[in-house]
C-alpha cells in the first residue's frame, strides 16, 4: 500500500468520524427538542419547582377570577397564561400553557445568541431550536455520507466493512463514556430534572448505541473475510 493512500485512508477516516458524531449530536438534540417529547419532561419538572404557597395563591387566583367567566387568565413574567375554569390540574395547565408559549414563540435572535442572553435561554427547548437542529442534521447526515463515500476510496475488498466498522465502533464508543458521565451526576441535580437529565443523555447515547453495533458487526465481518482470504 502507497503511503498517500494510507494517508488518505487516515484523512478519510478522522473526516467520517468527525462528521458522524456531529451528525449523531445534532440528530438527538433535533429528536430532544421534539415538542410531543420534550413537554411532558419540562411541564412536569416546571410544576414542581413552583412553591406549595405560590400554588395556592395560584388556586385561589384563578378560583375568584373564575365566578363569572370560564377561562381566566394569570400573568407570568412577561406571558399571559389562560386557565379553564373546568381544569381538574390549574398548576399542571400552567405549565403547559407556559411551555407552548415559550416553545412556539417567535424568538428574534438566533439560537447562539438567544443562549447569551438569560431571558432568551429557553429558545434552545424551543420549535426554532428544533428546526435549527433538524436543519443541520440533514446538511450533515448528507456531509457524512460523501464522507464514507470518499473513506471507501481509499479502502478495498475485506478493508471496507473493516474500515468502516473500526470508524463507526470509535464513534460508538461514546455510549459508554455518556453512561459513565451519567452514573457521575450528582444526587441532588438528579433529584430536582433527573426526568429531563435522563432524556437528554438516554436520547444521546442510544443514538451512539445504534452506531456501535453496526460497527462491531462490521468490524468482526471485515477482520474474519480478511483472515479468510489470507488463507486461500
Given at each position: 500500500m502507497s503511503s498517500k493512500r494510507k494517508i488518505g485512508q487516515i484523512l478519510a477516516g478522522v473526516l467520517f468520524t468527525l462528521l458522524l458524531s456531529i451528525f449523531i449530536l445534532l440528530l438527538s438534540f433535533a429528536q430532544i427538542t421534539d415538542y410531543t417529547k420534550l413537554k411532558p419532561h419540562v411541564v412536569d419538572l416546571s410544576a414542581k419547582q413552583i412553591p406549595e404557597a405560590q400554588k395556592e395563591q395560584l388556586r385561589l387566583f384563578i378560583s375568584q377570577n373564575c365566578q363569572n367567566s370560564k377561562t381566566a387568565e394569570i400573568k407570568l413574567g412577561n406571558?399571559?397564561?389562560?386557565v379553564s375554569c373546568q381544569s381538574n390540574d390549574?398548576?399542571?395547565?400552567i405549565a403547559e400553557n407556559t411551555f407552548d408559549n415559550l416553545y412556539f414563540r417567535n424568538y428574534s435572535c438566533t439560537i447562539l445568541d438567544c443562549l447569551k442572553n438569560q431571558q432568551t435561554m429557553f429558545a434552545v427547548f424551543s420549535l426554532?431550536?428544533?428546526?435549527?437542529?433538524?436543519?443541520y442534521a440533514l446538511i450533515f447526515a448528507m456531509l457524512t455520507v460523501l464522507s464514507a463515500v470518499f473513506l471507501v476510496y481509499f479502502l478495498s475488498g475485506w478493508g471496507i466493512p473493516k474500515g468502516?466498522?473500526?470508524s463507526l465502533v470509535s464513534v460508538g464508543i461514546s455510549y459508554f463514556i455518556i453512561g459513565f458521565a451519567k452514573n457521575?451526576?450528582?444526587q441532588e441535580i438528579l433529584s430536582l430534572a433527573g426526568?429531563?437529565?435522563n432524556l437528554i443523555i438516554d436520547t444521546i447515547a442510544y443514538n451512539f448505541l445504534l452506531v456501535l453495533i453496526p460497527g462491531i458487526i462490521l468490524t468482526v465481518i471485515g477482520v474474519i473475510g480478511s483472515h479468510l482470504s489470507r488463507r486461500k
Open positions: 406571558d399571559t397564561v389562560t390549574v398548576i399542571r395547565e426554532k431550536a428544533n428546526n435549527f437542529f433538524n436543519g468502516i466498522g473500526i457521575s451526576i450528582p426526568p429531563l437529565i
